[in-house]
């Protein structure tokens, strides 16, 4: 369920690094962008190691079940929200 809103959310990223730089577009922007780029690429990495803390949760094991979902959920959360700002800044610059 979680794992479908991800594959939802998830969306081509735009690489301030890669290729020429749009000139018009102030320096702040690109510097903003890269710090949300960084973001949302340890929102993704910490997303996969909390899926693999779930997926390997021993049955029988409520407790360490419900610490696993409560944090894969705020990964998803903060990966959401990364998503959302670089689609805002791409969306502001476009």
Same mark, same amino acid.
């Not at 969306?11 to 000139?23: L, P």
């Not at 890269?34 to 690429?41: A, C, I, P, T, Y």
């Not at 610490?67 to 476009?94: F, H, K, P």
């Given at each position: /369920? ?5 594959? *939802?959310?998830?969306? @081509?990223? /735009? *690489? ?10 102030? &320096? ?10 960084? @973001?949302? *690429? @340890? ?8 899926? *693999?803390?779930?997926?390997?949760? &021993? &049955?029988?094991? &409520? ?12 990964? +998803? ?8 700002? +670089? ?8």
């Amino acid at each position: /369920m979680a794992l479908a809103r991800y594959e *939802r959310a998830k969306v @081509r990223v /735009m *690489r301030a690094s890669e290729g020429q730089r749009a000139e018009w577009l102030d &320096p702040g922007f690109w510097e903003r962008l890269e710090r949300l780029e960084s @973001r949302h *690429r @340890r929102a993704q990495s910490e997303h996969q190691r909390a899926q *693999r803390g779930l997926e390997h949760t &021993p &049955p029988g094991e &409520p407790q360490e079940l419900h610490q696993a979902w409560r944090r894969y959920c705020e990964v +998803i959360a903060e990966l959401d929200q990364a998503t959302a700002e +670089i689609e805002s800044l791409r969306t502001c610059a476009g």
